[in-house]
């Protein structure tokens, strides 16, 4: 494609677009879909043609548009009326009320509230065309600025230039670590080497966390963008990406994407008539949560197990086949070409002075409303979870807010003032992570999470490293223990000692933060762990001392 | 007591005449990843991808053939192999059914779901029904937590379960032979 080609088809593309009078966004992500939003955009294509509306009326199935617990979602013309929970009997009310800019008064129950705080208080940046752009055409995406970014950086910014604007608009790794993207950047752009690569960690696998799919289903074209941004910024021209197969519908959309992209010669050789040449090939995972880990990522590329490896020598320098590799996640690419487009300064006047921009994040569990909120870096959690989230459903009373997964910590309520940036949640003992949020009620034992996420970390621990392969089992089975009230007051001290040594020793991220979730719960919770213990001891000691034909029988093993 | 050693030299399993990499699947791998990476050794997963997708597991037999192709040792392939949840070393049903385990889905009822399907079917997780319809297997987050409890039937999302419809839902699905996108030709 040529450099005049973009806007130009940009043009064609909006002008086909405002032919239409009216454009019916149906939700068609994941958690949509599995509600039978397809059925949804098959009964208005039906309903279209039989009432002869095809010219004013185009059907187009688009990205996620945050309430995905109110799901299927349908969003008329760019925003607004929305509706929610709408089934395919719900459709013909809908085209009827088509030229209301108020929607269908008869579907006032279906009406989401644009203004509530769930929208109002988002701010979106890396979600920006979610919902509103046609995913799988990318002649659509075309006409709402994607690879804009990209021919301006390959026009008019040298390599270095752009690795200066990531610095200054102090972006940092959206994966969880919070590593400057701009410092990662140089460090490849300075090294050696006859090949680079660039590599997109899509490998999200941390229990509640959902936001790289709904990029990669929803904008695939923003990734593809930011990864050619990326390869000409560190001087790469093979680029991977690297997504779970648990994710087919984000495999289809990525696959799409690229063809398109390659069919219209925004990938391949020569880009815009400039030098830069640029591949992507999608690699599938295959069911292991430690390939997420950077150096199991480049090992299970090659073929083989995915385990981790020391660290330095860092993928920066020597990563997939020996050669420099950039890793980003999902989140941090999709980031790249609104900073291009906007500027670094305005990227960076959102947040904290120490975390720029904005973050997505999966908001679930015991809240009113779930799904997926992007918000500026340093609101607060109780923001989160009171006003964007509407608070913790009537009766019950809110208890904590895990954030990070598994490799995070469990928040409790007079942690809730502070700030969401990445120093502030690691003070506190938790982290940013990849951006799930849990809300937990007062039905919610902390034992019992703390045991949930350790078995997960158990199952899915590679084995290379002992703390982390014997550590996570021992950490669990003391947990089993003591939820099953047969542990004792000693077994807690040996709990932190056993959680402080896995930590320190393990060999990658799994292992090192591992035990976060049960140190955080016993800081913050211990009163959970006491209750279990002192019930177990009082149930002992009463089937000790009643009649003997009571039938209870009790574990004598127990505290061993 | 003697040790029981296992004589690797004699044919260990029922050998089939009929290669499990067939010309074709070569023939994909062959022009599709190996120009792309420095050794053949790289193209090991999307190899495996394309047999898991073919015949619904990994024989024995097609981890030798895949050591051959790809000129590394049987050990290699099996160390890389049996590391991945997804590649299993033993047949599924029709239909594999993967629940969700993750914190969203447990707190809402995952394991309702089993429990039922334990009733109505008579299989744990990893386990096939007898007329060979349905495996069963509990996976890591689906990434649909706000659709928790979920679950997906081949490579269909279910999500919003409830444990008696996902089982009747589980007992309507069509019998082999009009079952779409199932594997095993």
New interface residues.
Partial sequence: MKPEDLASLADKQRAINAACKHRIGVCTE??C???QSDQIAAKFNELVKSRGLQKDVRVVGVGCMGL??N?PMVKIDDGAPMYQNVTPEHCAAILDGLDSPLGNPQLRHLLCDLNQPFFRRQKLVVRSNSGLIDPEDINDCIAHGAYESLLKVLTELSPTDVINQITLSGLRGRGGAGFPTGLKWSTVAKAGGPSKFVICNGD???????MD?SVMEGDPHRVIEGMAIAAYAVGAD?GVIYV??????AVKRLTRAINQAMRHELLGNSLFGTRFNFNI?I???????VCGEETALIA????????PRPRPPYPANSGL?GCPTLINNVETYATIAPIIREGAAWFAAIGTAKSKGTKIF?L??AVQN??LIEVPMGISLRDIVFDLGGGVPAGRTFKAI?TGGPSGGCICGQNLDIPLDYESLAAIGSIMGSG?M?V?DDT?NMVD?AR??ME?CMS?S?GKCVPCRVGTWQIHHLLDRIYKGHGAPEDLVLLKELCEMVKATSLCGLGQSAPNPVLSTLRNFESDYLALIEKGRADREAALSGPHDSGTTVPLEVIS | MAWLVEDRLKPYRAKRAEAYLTPEIKKLVSEKYFPRYPTKHAALLPLFHIIMHEYGYIAEQAIDEAADFLEITRAQVQDAVSFYEEFRLTPSGEYVVNVCRSIACELCGHKDIIEKIRTVFGIDPGETTADNKITLFEVECLGACEQAPCALINEDLHGCLKADDFAVRLQQLPAAASNGHGHRH
């Fill in positions: 994941s958690g879909v599995s509600s995905c617990g799901g999200e696998g941390d229990p509640g966390a959902f799919r093979h779970r197969a648990e994710y087919p519908l090939e690699r599938l995972g295959a069911g292991a949560f299970s590329v090659e073929g083989n197990r995915g385990v086949y999966a679930t569990g779930t799904g895990q799930g849990i937990m919610s999470v949930f996420f997960f899915e590679c």
